[in-house]
């Protein structure tokens, strides 16, 4: 690129048919060079679909537009300042490179931000504040940090929690691309964490290691919560829990979450735990105690997700009552979400033992649990789905208006997350839907159209 840029100088220097290529090299490779050096190490690991496509396609548009305008007539570049050199007939040389020279521009300086962006917002303990429009300046400084300054293990834990996040819930992943800066970040945290926790209890191999895990999460949450302990935190879990989850375990914000809801969502998976006890093998004996499992499994969630929202997004002072009712209506929400859940997963829970149908529900109709254990696809199955799903949407159209009342920046992320789950929820309602691994799937291209629906105010 310097010898681009010496090249250009000198053809501006001796002007004549050089002049206008030369002008051009000087204007666009100093700024590309600069974006380059600041940016390089992020730029080569992206994919070719985030750097070459949007850098050829205009390009290549714009080339067609303006040979089209040259062959016409509609501009023209003086005989005298042009090498009368052709990409093709018809598109000047020059033309060409300043249409490539401008789209690489736009490519690279979008990424730099995007860099600069993703630097600031990873690393807390690097920039501990962060304005919602970063100046020019501590953008320039977070590209300089040097690389051996990040933190590795944070960065670690990130990947694995983004991955966690993308092959456990696509809904959710999508979601979480609406989000913005450490918000979106510590969302995600906040999912890896209650994530790997039920994943550590599902997959134990007996009552007794499900159990011992939910005595050591809770011992965990100790050390997060006692001012005595704090200290031991990360050497308890490097001792205590699997390799692969010490990161979701370490990077959990607790310093700015309610210790309550998550003490809360560990009884949620004591409850789990019942389905293997010999004196109470369906717990979910009566609405009231499938409301009460649904709010420590999901709606304690739904409120630590708001405290994040408060805690990144919150300009303004908000009146305690009024957040208590947001809080509260999301805590609803939440419970909504997991009534879709449970309604998708009903074949998916009765192959593990598990029946999440109300037993009073199904006495009913003459039914009991060990009627869905062994026939999950039963007519007396699908009946209850719908009204689980009646009730989800009842809590559903109750709590949505309070979405409204959140921040500004996080109404239309949180309408994504909601839509995204909700619309399983529609799909269970239309005969023939799809099936994948026993359960209800939104295609592809109708969780787009949902989530670009959510955004509009």
Request: aromatic residues 10%; hydrophobic residues 45%.
């Amino acid at each position: 690129m310097a010898a681009m840029i010496i090249a250009g100088y000198m053809m501006v220097l001796q002007g004549g048919k050089g002049l206008y290529m030369g002008l051009i090299l000087v204007w666009a490779v100093p700024f590309a060079l600069l974006l380059w050096n600041l940016a390089y190490q992020f730029i080569i690991q992206l994919p070719l679909t985030g750097t070459l496509l949007p850098i050829a396609l205009p390009t290549l548009f714009l080339w067609f537009v303006d040979t089209l305008a040259l062959k016409r007539g509609t501009w023209v570049i003086e005989l005298e300042t042009k090498l009368e050199w052709h990409l093709w007939e018809g598109l000047e040389i020059e033309e060409a490179v300043f249409f490539l020279a401008t789209n690489l521009l736009i490519v690279f300086g979008l990424i730099a931000f995007d860099n600069a962006l993703a630097i600031l917002h990873a690393f807390p303990s690097l920039f501990p504040v962060v304005p919602a429009l970063p100046s020019p300046v501590l953008l320039v400084q977070a590209l300089l940090k040097p690389a051996d300054e990040y933190d590795q293990e944070r960065i670690e834990g990130l990947r694995q929690a983004l991955d966690r996040l993308r092959v456990k819930s696509r809904s959710f992943y999508l979601a979480s691309s609406v989000f913005e800066g450490r918000l979106r970040i510590d969302l995600i945290l906040l999912y890896s964490f209650c994530r790997v926790a039920d994943d550590l209890i599902d997959n134990a191999t007996s009552h007794s290691e499900a159990t011992r895990w939910i005595f050591q999460l809770r011992r965990y949450l100790d050390f997060c919560y006692s001012l005595s302990q704090g200290d031991g935190r990360n050497a308890f879990i490097a001792t205590t829990f699997p390799a692969d989850c010490q990161a979701a375990l370490c990077l959990l914000p607790t310093t700015y979450l309610s210790p309550a809801p998550l003490y809360n969502l560990l009884k949620g998976f004591e409850t789990d735990l019942d389905f293997s006890s010999s004196i109470n093998p369906f717990p979910i004996e009566d609405e009231a105690s499938l409301e009460a499992y649904a709010s420590r499994v999901a709606g304690t969630v739904a409120e630590l997700c708001l405290e994040l929202v408060y805690h990144h997004t919150t300009t303004l002072a908000v009146p305690q009552v009024k957040r208590q009712a947001i809080v509260h209506a999301g805590g609803r929400m939440g419970i909504a979400l997991q009534y879709v859940n449970i309604s998708r997963d009903i074949s998916v829970d009765a192959t593990n033992g598990r029946v999440y149908l109300p037993t009073s529900w199904l006495k009913e109709v003459d039914s009991n649990p060990s009627d869905i254990l062994s026939s999950p696809g039963s007519a007396v199955a699908e009946n209850l789905r719908q009204r689980l799903l009646d009730l989800a949407m009842l809590i559903y159209e109750e709590s949505r208006q309070a979405i409204e009342q959140l921040p500004i920046g996080a109404r239309g992320p949180m309408r994504v997350a909601v839509e995204s789950y909700m619309e399983i929820g529609r799909v269970l309602r239309t005969p023939g839907y799809k099936v994948k691994a026993g359960r209800a799937t939104v295609p592809k291209l109708r969780r787009l159209r949902v989530a670009w629906e959510a955004l509009k105010p």
